[in-house]
């Protein structure tokens, strides 16, 4: 499903693959996770790898099912044979099961019985690497490989690539090589230099290699870069990132792999792979483009969030997809902001986005969804695009909900007893649940039952009087109703401000204040700690639904109903435009262009976006950069350097916050430098 995630465009600021286990969890957990002594030599020119070396795995005991082995397609000639123990060494037949889902699955045949139960060492071998896959590339200038998209190495069907073990590389002469666990000293002894490695807690295999320069910061946790080019803001990226993770440390419990680091990827490379950022165990893939724009807190937040979530706790079973990983992830990103830039940046982040990231992953993004048409209770969530970005749009907002209904700090504690808890490696959604209400002494049923399992938001009104000094009204609540606590900021004039708590729980809730002057303004939740339609946010969610359905469309890889819905609202959008609808309408057109390389055309539709009255200022930023790769395309250098001075303005208009100025600079700067 995640394979889907980036049909996308470039403008998926936030989204990143994160492991995700097929529906076997209870064999899992019954076979357990084979320990690997693995041996790959890369020569990207080829491109090429081997892969070989030893597992150890346990026969299936009566009543499991058989054993299997699965290797995606990307690799071929797998040859296996049992060396121990001595009774049953030789040989195994493997005969194909099934070749669904761009691998293959064989049910091993050993000639002699082997004992139910029995423990084996298998030794393998394999090739591949020809073709580029999801999360999948071997090259010259930059070669990856992650378990989670493409089985690289045989694994069993039940730990769906999950292992221990070590991991050695062979890599021509100047290459280095990045991949889980602890890495031993590095050996120039053999025939190139060999990387090794050592992973004692289950996770999914996977090695970046390229010539890295490499930029580090000490620390209690350390962090590195390995990066293609050294840019001047690339020791910042190592030192924020540096206090991201000692922040999630804090929140979320000790990191459990050592030292996390930065990976840069080539931007068409990234692309065809699938990914703008991806969340492997200990370090991250970053497209270069991104590594180009100024260091964004949310998207680090995020994607190092999924080092706790999504690699070391991952989910058992289908319910509450993308609740455990990719919510909670996002609510990292929240976490981190709120901590470093204050409440303000995190009530904005949570009601209308943060900068830089995509547009409609928060609260009023998230009503659009509602308004599209497109909600489903975040415990059972559809799958693919959808589920992730609604985890991303309302998922961390009910979660960082359930922390304040639960008090932060016993939130965090529960948080840091779940990550480090072994059994936790796979966790239903069901057990996270009931971990917090039984750590918190709570009953949280109500608040499961009115979050998680309907979807929806609270829509409130709110009416007031003042007589004397007392401030009295009537808050009203549409059914179905939500139990919230929720502040209501009161300003007067002088600018007096007071907030007050009431709580609210069925149709009608009444308060009545003493003030000390002339009340000019009551705001509910002003924070937005709770998703809430307002009237404001209810007439920007539908003004821009139709833009979000045809985007969630184009993300799903129909292309053609993308821009069928697109041209049907175009023609459709109110006047006023008040929120942008041409604007949002007339970019997702040039992306689907884009994707189809109608270079032409996307410049058509991309300069319409920027000529629409309306517009929004971060995504216009995004749109800039889908201009600027369209220039490279078309090799016009004027349309580049209007790019990049249209690209400058607009950020200074906006505040200087969208950091994507140096991302579309450094796009245009090899077509604008005279050779
Ligand atoms: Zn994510």
């Known amino acids: 499903m995640r394979i889907l995630l980036r049909l996308l465009g470039v403008s998926v600021a936030l989204m990143s693959f994160s492991p995700r286990l097929s529906p076997a969890q209870e064999s899992a957990v019954a076979l357990g996770v084979p320990r690997y002594d693995l041996t790959v030599r890369i020569d990207p020119n080829a491109p090429r790898m081997d892969v070989s070396g030893t597992m150890r795995l346990r026969w299936p005991s009566a009543g499991e099912a058989d054993l299997q082995l699965v290797l995606s397609h990307h690799m071929h000639d797998l040859t296996a044979a049992i060396v121990e123990p001595q009774t049953v060494a030789g040989p195994v037949e493997l005969v194909v099961h099934d070749t669904a889902g761009g691998s293959t699955t064989w049910t091993v045949r050993s000639h002699s019985p082997i004992p139910a139960g029995q423990e084996l060492l298998i030794r393998f071998a394999c090739s591949g690497g020809e073709h580029d896959g999801v999360l999948f590339h071997l090259g010259p200038t930059s070669s990856f490989a992650g378990a989670q998209s493409v089985a690289w190495y045989p694994t069993t069907k039940d730990a769906d690539g999950r292992a221990t073990g070590s991991m050695s590389f062979w890599v021509p002469n100047g290459y280095t090589v990045v991949a889980p666990g602890t890495s031993r000293p590095l050996d120039r002894q053999g025939e190139g230099p060999q990387f090794t490695f050592d992973l004692s807690r289950p996770g999914f295999l996977s090695f970046a290699m390229a010539k890295y320069e490499i930029v580090r910061n000490s620390g209690p946790d350390p962090v590195s870069a390995y990066v293609l080019n050294k840019r001047p803001n690339i020791q910042d990226y190592v030192k924020r990132s540096g206090e991201v993770l000692s922040l999630l440390t804090k929140e979320f419990g ?71 990983d990719e919510a909670m992830a996002q609510f990292g990103g929240l976490h981190v902001v709120e901590t470093i830039e204050g409440a303000a940046a995190g009530a904005s982040f949570r009601r209308d986005g943060y900068p830089g990231a995509n547009w409609h992953q928060n609260g009023a993004g998230y009503l659009m969804f509602a308004a599209a048409g497109l909600d489903h209770p975040l415990d059972d969530m559809p799958g693919g695009v959808l589920a992730h970005e609604l985890a991303d749009a309302k998922g961390f907002l009910v979660l960082n909900l359930l922390s304040h209904t639960v008090g932060a700090d016993r939130f965090r504690a529960i948080l840091h007893t779940i990550t480090q808890d072994p059994r936790n490696q796979q966790m239903t959604w069901q057990a996270f649940l009931d971990d917090i209400a039984r750590r918190a002494g709570r009953n949280l049923d109500w608040f499961y039952d009115e979050w998680l399992k309907r979807a929806g938001a609270p829509s409130w009104n709110i009416r007031w009087t003042q007589v004397g000094m007392t401030l009295s009204g009537t808050i009203t609540q549409q059914a179905p109703f939500y139990r919230s606590s929720v502040d209501v900021a009161v300003t007067g004039t002088g600018c007096r401000h007071t907030v007050h708590t009431v709580v609210i729980d069925g149709p009608e809730t009444h308060f009545s204040w003493r003030v000390h002057d002339t009340v000019t303004s009551v705001q509910l939740d002003p924070e937005y700690l709770v998703p809430h339609w307002t009237p404001a946010l209810r007439a920007e969610a539908t003004s821009l639904a139709p833009a979000l359905h045809a985007e969630i469309t184009f993300w799903s890889g129909k292309l053609d109903d993308a821009k069928a819905e697109s041209r049907h609202a175009l023609a459709n959008v109110a006047t006023p435009d008040s929120y942008g609808a041409r604007f949002m309408l007339e970019w997702i057109l040039g992306q689907i262009a884009m994707r189809e390389r109608q270079w032409t055309e996307a410049r058509t539709h991309l300069e319409a976006a920027l000529e629409s009255p309306s517009r929004r200022p971060y995504s216009q930023m995004w749109v800039y950069i889908d201009l600027a790769m369209v220039g490279k395309e078309l090799h016009d250098t004027a349309l580049l350097r209007d790019v990049v001075n249209g690209a400058a303005s607009t950020d200074a208009l906006s505040g200087g916050r969208s950091g994507k100025v140096a991302a579309v600079r450094a796009l245009a700067k090899d077509a604008l430098t005279p050779e």
Do not use: C, K
């Not at 000790?254 to 969340?279: K, Q």
């Open 254 to 324: 000790p990191y459990p792999y050592g030292s996390f680091s930065i990976v840069e990827v080539p931007h068409d490379i990234a692309e065809r792979a699938g990914f703008e950022g991806a969340s492997f165990t200990g370090y991250i893939l970053v497209d270069a483009t991104d590594l180009d724009a100024d260091f964004n807190l949310a998207f680090y937040g995020h994607e190092i969030g999924h080092q706790w979530w999504g690699n070391l706790v991952t989910l058992g079973g289908e319910r509450g997809r993308d609740m455990l």
